[in-house]
Structure formats: C-alpha cells, structure tokens
C-alpha cells in the first residue's frame, strides 16, 4: 500500500516562487511514473506536470517554463518547484502515481494579486 504526502504549499504573492514536495512510502516509488495535478474551486482536476522513472518530464501549457518536477529516488520524493506564480495557479495541488490509483491528500497552493 503506497502513501503519498504532499507539502510546501502556502499562501504567496504573484511573482513569487514555492517549492512543493510530494513523499512516498510503502511501495516501490521508483518505479513509477509520478505526477502533479491541481483543482481550483468550481474547476475539473487538471495536469500540470510528470516524471517518468527515467526522468523523463512534460508540463502543462499554462506552466512550461514556469514549474520544473524532479525526484530523487532515494528519498522517495517527488518535487515541484514553482517560479513566478500566477493568481491563475491558484489550487489544491495533488501528487499521483500515474497508472495507479494512488493520491496525495493535497496542499492548498494560494496566489494573491
């Protein structure tokens, strides 16, 4: 059984810069493809970015060239680092395993104007 705990998200102004993190325990992370999706209040979860077990990465329109993903396997981590933030990123943040159906519970990732 795979546990998936996200933090770093906060309250931060626009241009301003968080750096979200994604631990995993109870399973074989590694191996995984991982994922980080976002839902804004009356909005459908969406994409926003992914690593393959190779290190591998794609992001969402709306963040490329703006958030990076990276892991490091042998803490069992993923992370998202996210540079000049938007009202518009504005969301709960959620870290998947993709191809599973393992989620985080999401950290609230707020932007103010």
């Known amino acids: 059984q795979v546990q998936l705990v996200e933090s770093g998200g906060t309250s931060v102004q626009a241009g301003g810069s968080l750096r979200l993190s994604c631990a995993a325990s109870?399973?074989?992370?590694?191996?995984?493809?991982v994922g980080w999706f976002r839902q804004a209040p009356g909005k459908e979860r969406e994409f926003v970015a992914h690593?393959?077990?190779?290190?591998?990465?794609a992001y969402a329109g709306s963040v490329r060239g703006r958030f990076t993903i990276s892991r490091d396997n042998a803490k069992n981590t993923v992370s998202l680092q996210m540079n000049n933030l938007k009202p518009e990123d504005t969301a709960v943040y959620y870290c998947k395993l993709i191809n599973t159906n393992y989620w985080g519970q999401g950290t609230q990732v707020t932007v103010s104007s």
């Open positions: 109870g399973g074989t992370f590694s191996t995984y493809p």
């Open positions: 690593i393959t077990s190779n290190y591998g990465t």
